[in-house]
């Protein structure tokens, strides 16, 4: 396999599984960003703040800010000014969000068991794979 052939692979696999995802977005009208935000927080926690969310995806403070604002405004989301730092704001889900996000998170674990499983024992060859993945980028800092 050449450096062509690994990456159109790459791309097939991001391109399936974002065609999967996008029914979620839509669903939920909110965008891929934003699911990947609300997700976060699911997973977090607590006491993420625009500057963190935006260190973890690599984007501006003022991108999550906007985001986190049309989220506000869904009602999936509230903020807390710090008690310590009235600059300061936190982020949580509220109640409906943190349904929505139990239930997209069982759906995407069932889809994700359900492949693994699919693997038979070829799931360790796959995980041997993805270890060597990581351990050549974290050595390279790809």
Not at 38 to 48: C, I, P, Q
Not at 79 to 88: A, G, H, L, Y
């Amino acid at each position: 396999m050449n450096v062509y052939e690994f990456d159109a692979y790459m791309n097939k696999i991001k391109h399936i599984s974002n065609k999967n995802l996008i029914q979620i977005y839509k669903d939920l009208d909110i965008s891929r960003f934003e699911f990947k935000l609300l997700m976060t927080l699911y997973y977090s926690d607590g006491l993420l703040t625009a500057s963190i969310l935006a260190s973890l995806f690599d984007v501006t403070v003022a991108a999550v800010m906007h985001r986190m604002q049309v989220l506000e405004d869904k009602n999936l989301v509230r903020k807390e000014v710090s008690k310590e730092d009235q600059r300061i704001k936190y982020y949580y889900l509220t109640d409906e969000a943190y349904r929505i996000c139990t239930e997209k998170a069982i759906m995407i674990e069932k889809k994700t068991t359900k492949f693994l499983e699919s693997l038979g024992d070829d799931v360790y060859v796959l995980e041997g794979i993805l270890v060597k993945i990581i351990n050549y980028m974290e050595e390279r800092k790809w």
